[in-house]
């Protein structure tokens, strides 16, 4: 090891503060967790400016984990990962929103934030959620079986 243990002076962590013996100069957390939250804290910081850290953890307490539109915990999109849910933040102004679940912040996106987008989206689902449709009952079946490779 380049560094032998106990050759560096405790140091307080970056994350919480407590001391701890570092094993080379860049040490700089006293644990993994401690480590992985400071690294978010810094995407954070990078990403929204330097009062991010402190508002996007009140909004985790705030919707208890959870997504505010849908209400679910959400899910890791990929495998490296480690947030369930994402800052849904104003593109125009970077002001950050809420957190929301991946396929809600996609939503928003999609529709391009357009609160009229989302209006004439939310009542064509009522509209249709109702059974009304404008293909007649048995058409689709005999369309595809017309169609079909198999038949």
Same mark, same amino acid.
């Given at each position: 090891? &380049?560094?032998?243990?106990?050759?560096?002076?405790? $140091?307080? +962590?970056?994350? +919480?503060? %407590? =001391?701890?013996?570092?094993?080379?100069? *860049?040490?700089?957390? *006293?644990?993994?967790?401690?480590?992985?939250?400071?690294?978010?804290?810094?995407?954070?910081?990078?990403?929204?400016?330097?009062?991010?850290?402190?508002?996007?953890?009140?909004?985790?307490? %705030?919707?208890?984990? $959870? +997504?505010?539109?849908?209400?679910? %915990?959400?899910?890791?999109?990929?495998?490296?990962?480690?947030?369930?849910?994402?800052?849904?933040?104003?593109?125009?102004?970077?002001?950050?929103? &809420? =957190?929301?679940?991946?396929? *809600?912040?996609?939503? =928003?996106?999609?529709?391009?934030?357009?609160?009229?987008?989302? $209006?004439?989206?939310?009542?064509?689902? $009522?509209?249709?959620?109702?059974?009304? @449709?404008?293909?007649?009952?048995?058409? @689709?079946? &005999?369309?595809? %079986?017309?169609?079909?490779?198999?038949?």
């Amino acid at each position: 090891m &380049k560094y032998p243990n106990g050759k560096f002076n405790k $140091k307080p +962590c970056r994350n +919480c503060g %407590e =001391l701890f013996q570092p094993y080379s100069p *860049c040490h700089m957390y *006293c644990s993994d967790p401690c480590k992985m939250k400071g690294y978010d804290a810094a995407y954070y910081r990078r990403t929204y400016g330097k009062y991010s850290v402190a508002v996007i953890s009140r909004l985790r307490t %705030e919707q208890q984990e $959870k +997504c505010y539109l849908c209400g679910t %915990e959400g899910f890791l999109l990929r495998e490296h990962h480690r947030q369930r849910l994402v800052v849904d933040h104003d593109h125009a102004t970077g002001m950050i929103r &809420k =957190l929301l679940c991946h396929n *809600c912040n996609r939503g =928003l996106g999609l529709f391009q934030d357009n609160p009229e987008l989302l $209006k004439a989206a939310a009542e064509y689902v $009522k509209f249709h959620k109702q059974g009304a @449709t404008t293909i007649p009952n048995g058409s @689709t079946a &005999k369309l595809l %079986e017309a169609h079909s490779p198999l038949v």
